[in-house]
């Protein structure tokens, strides 16, 4: 069976809307929805032993998921609030807390068990990546950062590359996917939020518009999306049959609340009164 691994990233998700938490983060939602989707799964992190941290471990062990290799760290566990105007998400305050950590020697063997690592951007890892790519396949998600230093140092590494372009034109996010396979990356995939997705390999393209839903959270969308391609491409599967999985998985996604789902009480060190402040700031109606 296909083994992924995600090393990196967490946090809670908290939603002022309904005062709940959500478990999220780009390398622990793939981590979990690789696992759904079928294959083994792991997930190598720092979380805080806090009323967050637990939750989010207990959901990784409820879904499946390896944490052998998930570490307790003095502090708090990293969070970000988030508020909605218009049905649109709005990021107010985060705070890393203890996710970012230094990996060891024992990560990097550990990583060397599996098919393919996943890292995101965010996790600040950038500078092991190449520890990681000596001992496995690598999968990096770029995020909304384009820089060409930045693709140049980190597309050579990877099996399988994945950008955020729903800000683009179908033409910009195909010239940015261009770019990044130029690099020397393998796969590309953009994912366009509610325009589809564009997967690169070779001289070959693929495109996929996005499966219809009454969306009720977009969280974790493209973090689903990379997900399932990356198992679909680990596993042999055409392209094509790929992203149409993918595409109706990340509409799946966007029929409940937080990335994976899980919501319970906030419980994280913010204060609330203040980003609800923030969050009447940003409102049109406050302009």
Known sequence: MVRIAAIGD???DCYLSNGLMYPGGNCYNVSIFARRFGVE??????MANDPAGRHM????????????RLRTADGITAYCVIGHV?????FLNNDFGVS??????????????????????????????PEIAERTALSYDFAVRHEAEHIGKVAPLCQLASVSTSHLSHKDAVDLALTIKGAGA??????????GAILLKGD????IQAASVEAVDTLGAGDTFI???????????????????AAKAAAGTCSFHGAVGYGVPIDVPVQLDMAQAALKQSSPAAE
């Open 100 to 129: 970012r950590f230094i990996p060891d020697i024992d990560d990097f063997e550990f990583l060397s068990g599996y098919d393919v690592a996943h890292v995101g951007q965010s996790s600040a890892l950038d500078q092991w990546l």
């Open 10 to 12: 967490n946090d809670v």
């Open 41 to 46: 799964s792991a997930y190598i992190g720092a």
């Open 204 to 207: 070959a393209q693929y495109d």
């Open 57 to 68: 471990r207990n959901v990784l062990l409820k879904e499946r998921v390896d944490i052998e």
């Open 186 to 195: 393998q796969w590309v995939l953009a994912t366009r939020g509610r325009d």
């Open 86 to 90: 218009d049905g649109d998400r709005v």
């Open 227 to 245: 997900a399932r391609t990356l198992v679909g491409l680990m596993t042999g599967e055409k392209p094509n049959d790929t992203l149409s999985a």
